[in-house]
């Protein structure tokens, strides 16, 4: 398993995240998250400047943080990329002193259930019905970032 460099995007970063985020089913505007206050965006690369592999998007709401987005490309998969994204969320809402993290997630998507549990998410709910594509289920998740364990 290889190491990656997790920082924060930058505007040069944003046709290869709307790339990987067309991948991911989300297709959001980089540039517009960027601008927002509340949101973070991080990329992680193989090497200093190299291309982006993988991001994660997040938004903080008073003492939470919201796994808004988490995607890596397909040759890049199972190298370590996602856990290193999700490291630096976590130690993010851990450093801001917010008290949990929560996402929503594919019931199907059994690698990043893999994931999430691996860190210590424990369902929280079920939203039935809820991506829009093909109206698959989403599991909400939680991790207390207090209690929580690292990816």
């Keep these: 398993m290889s190491s ?88 993010f809402g851990r450093a801001a002193g917010c008290a949990q993290l929560l996402l929503e997630v594919r019931r199907s998507n059994t690698a990043a259930l893999g994931l999430y549990f691996g860190a210590g998410f424990r369902e929280l709910d079920v939203r039935r019905a809820y991506y829009g594509d093909n109206g698959e289920d989403a599991l909400v998740m939680r991790l207390d970032l207090a209690l929580g364990e690292r990816p």
């Design 4 to 91: 990656y460099l997790v920082e924060p995007a930058t505007p040069a970063d944003g046709e290869r995240i709307r790339e990987l985020a067309l991948f991911s089913g989300s297709g959001f505007d980089p540039a517009a998250e960027l601008a927002r206050p509340w949101a973070k965006l991080w990329v992680a690369r193989a090497d200093a400047g190299g291309r982006a592999r993988g991001f994660a998007l997040i938004w903080r709401a008073a003492d939470e943080v919201h796994l808004i987005d988490l995607a890596v490309e397909q040759e890049s998969r199972r190298r370590g990329v996602a856990r290193a994204l999700l490291r630096a969320v976590i130690d």
